[in-house]
Structure formats: C-alpha cells, structure tokens
C-alpha cells in the first residue's frame, strides 16, 4: 500500500484482498453486506470469488478520502490487467456492510 488507510474496517478489507485470504476478507463484512460492480448489484460471494479469489485480485491504494471511507486503487487481477478504480465503503459496527467498486 502506498498510502496509510485511516478506517480499520477498510484497512483490513484491504489487507484481505492482497493476502488472497478468503476467511479473513469475509471476517471483514457484516453478515448481511453488499455489493455493486459499476453501477450493477452483484452476488457478493460469486463476485469476490471471480474477481478476487479466483483472479488473484489486489489493491495497491493511491488515494484515500478524509473519513477513510472511499479510494482511489490500482487493482490487478488475471482477468483484466491493472486498472485505475474506485471503492467505497460504508462501514457498521466495525464491519464493511456495503461496498460500492468501479472504474475510476
């Protein structure tokens, strides 16, 4: 990471993805979380699995905003090369419930 992440729930969201730990990255969400791709709600677990685990997904962060809650990443995965993204997270209780990805 290139850039100090200021939201523990983020950071470990983060922390996750790069380790490829599947446990862990689920540990980091509510119970009920969501996602959307683009714009376009997806099954977050069909998602993660495509993208991220499957694909080899990680997040080298640019960018974070002042309440630590969205960033700007170079994500890489097998799929589809590197590209300049945008996250944004919204967090309960110490937990990531949504999180909102996209092109940046």
């Known amino acids: 990471m290139s ?3 200021n939201d523990p729930a983020v950071a ?3 922390a996750a993805v790069n380790a490829g730990d599947k ?4 540990a980091t969400l509510t119970d009920d979380a969501t996602m959307s791709d683009d714009g376009s709600e997806r099954d977050l677990a069909a ?3 495509k993208e991220i685990f499957s694909a080899a997904g990680r997040m080298e962060v640019d960018r974070v905003s002042p309440d630590g809650h969205t ?3 170079t994500y890489t995965n097998s799929t589809w090369g590197a590209m300049h993204t945008r996250w944004t997270f919204t967090v309960r209780d110490g937990k990531v419930s949504r999180f909102e990805t996209g092109q940046a």
Not at 23 to 26: C, E, K, N, R, W
């Open 12 to 14: 470990a969201f983060v």
């Open 3 to 5: 850039v100090q992440l």
């Open 23 to 26: 446990d862990a990255f689920f």
């Open 47 to 49: 998602w993660t699995e």
């Open 71 to 73: 960033l700007e990443v």
